[in-house]
């Protein structure tokens, strides 16, 4: 059994628990994104803000059914074995709860802490098959450039091994994907093209593959489509910058939206001059309707999950205004 076995009719649909959440709103945001009903629950682990496992288990212990995400791990930051044993632990502890996200980390913040290899995709890769071996009960593999598990088993693993997914971009890292995990992550802005594209750096079809295809999307849910369109765009700043090349090129106004980007002062100016249908395309933004719609274009697109990241400065009230796409009556 994985996650996706159970996966309701419409579709899976996530919340992002902000990586800047008052601590003493973690926990009742995780509580109240369940019973809310979303499908899902991810936690993020970004550089000078909060450890993914640090969140995912105390998100679990409050809760009673939503499915954690951990996204992402970087692989350069923890050795394989132990990280295993972490996700072994938690997946014993919540068995069919848990998706574990792991990826290159970006590589400015890699870097600031001296991990950064000189081969990435060897190290992902590496990373990537051992971990998965280890939280199954599977002898580590040999050693190899950057990982060694030889001689390493873990006793206590989960009845239900967590779906591994790699949050990479490019063709070369999705395809490592393919070929060494449960399926991908695509961090924002996850536009339906981009999802298009990249199942097909996977040399896969949308849902006959088994794989999961979790997607990040910046989102605001209000009655007046305009008022989320504009608070919408704060989330989008950093649209734009190089490190979303890969995410770019499949959209058909990716070389204008460069231009576009070049001739702004800054991040903020691009995010608040880009034009609105723009601004829909890279994001889930409107009335709960035209939100249902931006979420079954991905769905369709073959993302298996939806994550929607809340934009604003008070989360819990754009959690429960999110909440809103889960009921098709509004």
Known sequence: MTVQDDAPARGRIG??????LPVQDVLPFAR??????????????DLGFRGGLAQAGPALASTESITVGIGIMPAGARNVCFAAMELATLAQLYPGRLIAGIGHGMPAWMRQAGAWPA???????????????????????????????????????????????????????????????????????????????????????????????????????????????????????AVGEPAWAAHLDPLPFAAALREHRAACSGPQEFAETMPPA?????????????????????????????????????????????????????
């Open 15 to 20: 919340v992002m628990l902000p990586r800047d």
């Open 119 to 237: 081969s990435p995709l060897t190290l992902i890769r590496e990373y990537t098959d051992a971990l998965r071996r280890l939280v199954r009960g599977e002898p580590g593999p040999p050693g190899g450039r950057y990982v060694n598990g030889e001689g390493v088993v873990i006793t206590e693993v989960p009845d239900i091994v967590p779906p591994i997914v790699l949050g990479v971009r490019g063709p070369k890292s999705q395809a490592v994907a393919r070929d060494v995990a449960d399926g991908l992550l695509l961090a924002e802005p996850a536009a339906p093209a981009y999802i298009a594209a990249s199942l097909r750096h996977m040399d896969t079809a949308p849902h006959t593959s088994g794989l999961e295809i979790v997607t990040y999307d910046a989102a605001v849910v209000d009655d007046d489509a305009d008022t989320a369109l504009a608070l919408v765009r704060a989330g989008l700043t």
């Open 278 to 330: 723009w601004v829909r395309e890279l994001s889930i933004a409107g009335t709960p309707g035209q939100a249902r719609e931006a979420i079954s274009a991905r769905h369709a697109a073959g993302a298996t999950s939806v994550v929607l990241t809340p934009v604003g400065p008070d989360a819990p009230a754009a959690l429960d205004s999110l909440a809103r796409v889960l009921d098709t009556r509004t």
């Open 32 to 45: 109240r994104a369940e019973e809310l009903g979303f499908d899902q629950l991810w936690v993020v682990e």
